[in-house]
């Protein structure tokens, strides 16, 4: 079964940046896409990054600019870096992968930036 591992949320300044990471690992073919989405209390879940296999990203707009998704496929690995954070990325990030079509979740990693 397909199983991803989050790293490298914590506590940061605003202004400061953190780096996340997710590992996938288990049966897999081939990877469709990899992306990240946080949610905030109170908030809906929205889609922050995403990186199709043939490498095309897409960033929502608050983090344009701030945030690089980025992978290594030998790995099977998606990164996040996040620069200049803000107090509204504050949430928890989850990793997600499409793998054949299905699509799994990390067990979620907390984001906090002080003002």
């Known amino acids: 079964q397909v199983q991803l591992v989050e790293s490298g949320g914590g506590l940061v300044q605003a202004g400061g940046s953190l780096e996340l990471s997710c590992a996938v690992s288990?049966?897999?073919?081939?990877?469709?896409?990899m992306g990240w989405y946080r949610q905030a209390p109170g908030k809906q879940r929205e889609l922050v990054a995403k990186?199709?296999?043939?490498?095309?990203?897409h960033y929502a707009d608050s983090v344009k600019g701030r945030f690089t998704i980025s992978r290594d496929n030998g790995k099977n690995t998606v990164y996040l870096q996040m620069n200049s954070l803000k107090p509204e990325d504050s949430a928890v990030y989850y990793c997600?992968?499409?793998?054949?079509?299905?699509?799994?979740w990390g067990q979620g990693t907390q984001v906090t930036v002080s003002s």
């Open positions: 288990g049966s897999i073919f081939s990877i469709n896409a």
């Open positions: 997600t992968v499409r793998v054949d079509y299905v699509d799994y």
């Open positions: 990186i199709t296999s043939y490498g095309m990203t």
